[in-house]
């Protein structure tokens, strides 16, 4: 495995299809990361971290629906920034998800935040991926 984000955000799409409820996905920092903005974003409805199994852990995320049209609150997840391709943003060229209405996830030097954020804090740094 050389993109672990990468299926991080595969894992959680192709939950998402399948319309399960919970996706488990092996831990790491970075994803916990992530994790976290997607939970605090309304986009998932919740998770924890499992440690106790191995020595990775594994993160289950509990997917967000809509009561009653049953229509995911993800619609879409993008990879931006891959292991061949990395793809860096300045706070003047900071990319805008869907003219404002979804997120751009980004690793920057005061740690993983969106591009809202990032401008607020006058950071930029690695696109991860699109949520919307």
């Not at 920057?108 to 690695?126: C, H, L, P, Q, Y």
Request: glycine share 8%; aromatic share 6%; proline share 4%.
């Amino acid at each position: 495995m050389t993109d672990t984000i990468s299926d991080y955000l595969t894992r959680v799409r192709n939950a998402i299809k399948a319309n399960h409820r919970v996706v488990e996905v092996p831990a790491s920092n970075l994803k916990k990361e992530i994790t976290k903005i997607l939970f605090e974003k309304g986009y998932i409805l919740n998770y924890k971290f499992d440690d106790a199994g191995n020595q990775q852990g594994v993160i289950k995320i509990a997917l967000k629906y809509h009561p009653v049209t049953k229509q995911p609150a993800i619609r879409g997840l993008q990879r931006i920034s891959k292991p061949g391709l990395r793809k860096y943003s300045g706070v003047d060229l900071m990319p805008r998800v869907l003219n404002g209405l979804g997120i751009a996830i980004l690793s920057t030097s005061k740690g993983v935040m969106t591009d809202k954020e990032a401008r607020k804090e006058n950071v930029g740094g690695e696109v991860l991926c699109y949520v919307y």
